[in-house]
């Protein structure tokens, strides 16, 4: 009798009979991207095995990107902070740092991620909420104060004005006497998700794909060790996409990138080693390790096949990983804890480079120094006591993941077919082709919550009473007045005949097709103010007026 046929002998003799007796559990179970996962599963094929598996830093990279992996060195440990002043937030900063912390990840507020300065009418009310608020490069220089910048690696979470914040941080560090070849980080830079899942955007897609790959140009000969793009999936997959959509969408817009930079001039092999990914940690653990390592091979068959890269570390995927927002609940916030946990520990065993932890009280309030503090102890403790970093690639070889993982390959994969189909991903996204896919599975996923169909432990199950009392940390309705106060004096003391001719100059050149780093960092430098560089690029490209699907 061969394997398959004891397979299926145990499945029909012994399996089936003996599940009947449970009729209060499914009978049978699927992953978010409706992928079947089958009692057990047999092993592949040896041949088709090896090469879809490989070694580890070696391509297909489905191992991992580096051969040691954390045996050599232990993903970057970075917690997401930022809010109210620039002064508060550094303060948390130095504080994370002295807990352990690697790498700062810096959140703005919603007026500085669309490029509006903290006394623009715009920005009332917003100024200091749900991140830090940047208005000016002194804005920045407080957010670093004793903060070298040459000894840490810099996240920031920006988007439409990318590029300008990255000005900023370069002024700053010129300002500490840092080389530019010193500075170490990442800016998201990832504008197609916005008009996908997220919508802080400004400029339309043409100009801000001039942008994004102005910032290519300008990394690859100033600051070789920096991401220019962060490739977000962790978003689209936050607006209620599946895992293989979460990987199948990033992969499309990550084309889309890369071939604006071609057309621009650039050689694939000059910037992909600069491009790196962020991702959602969610709750099925085993489909979430198994996403990781697909959209690490699918990425580096991308790279080689479609655009002919040469060098090894050009097709090779680095990304960041938070673990999943919308999963933490006001209800019992302390079990947040334990899905956060989970949800590392996916990240980690599917090898991530690094990686940020949510806090428990997050779906309550900005959370608290003690709740920020448990979340990274969580990534310590699975880095120093749990033993999963020991080998190399712990689940390689689980039939189970082996298997999910070709499939989230597999359906991704055929996404992009269709997204080549429509014209590439800026059509796909004009079209609402991505929007209304996620939309209906989202849809869905609500609709099973609300029917109990899937368990949310604490909200739809094991509810109990609780009174949660809402005083924590808060944003003091007092910031806003103190960064107006701040702008007003900035403006009086700087050269203002100086700024007006760098703006004219920017407005000049944004008409054109000159380069717009070198003249971003000149107007950091003279006290351009974020909403001022942005407000002249309004003038000129207008702003992203998103179509109505019906």
Known sequence: MTIEQEKQRWENEVYHP?????????????TSSGIEVPPILLPPAEQ??????????EYPYTRGVQPTMYRGRYWTMRQYAGYATAEESNQRYRYLLEQGQTGLSVAFDLPTQIGYDADDPMAMG???????????VQDMETLFKDIPLNKVSTSMTINAPASILLAFYIAVADKQGVALNQLRGTIQNDILKEYVARGTYIFPPAPSMRLITDVFQFCKDQIP???????SGYHIREAGSTAAQEVAFTLANAIAY????????LEVDDFGNQLSFFFNAHNNFFEEIAKFRAARRLYARIMKERFGARDEKTCRMRFHTQTAGSTLTSHQPENNV????????????????SLHTNSMDEALWLPTEKSVRVALRTQQ??????????SVDPLAGSYLVETLTNQIEAIAHDYIAKIDALGGAIQAINSGFMQNEILEVSYQAQRAIEKGEQVVVGVNAYQVDEVIDLEALSVNPEVEESQKQKLAELRANRDNEAVSALLGRLETAAR????????????AKADVTLGEICGVLRTVWGQYQPPTFI
């Open 18 to 30: 003996l599940i009947k007796r449970f009729p209060e559990r499914k009978e049978s179970f699927t």
């Open 225 to 231: 060790s920096w991401n220019t793009i962060s490739i």
């Open 381 to 390: 403790i699975i880095a120093h006591e749990s033993g999963v970093a020991d």
């Open 512 to 523: 054109g097709d000159d380069p717009l780093m070198p003249l971003f960092i000149q107007c």
């Open 126 to 136: 917003e100024v200091g909420k749900v991140g830090v608020s940047i208005s000016s």
């Open 258 to 265: 890369i071939q604006a930079a071609i057309d621009a001039g």
């Open 338 to 353: 334990v899905r956060v946990t989970l949800q590392a520990l996916a990240a980690v065993l599917g090898g991530t480079q």
């Open 48 to 57: 088709d095995y090896m090469e879809d598996l490989g070694f580890p830093g």
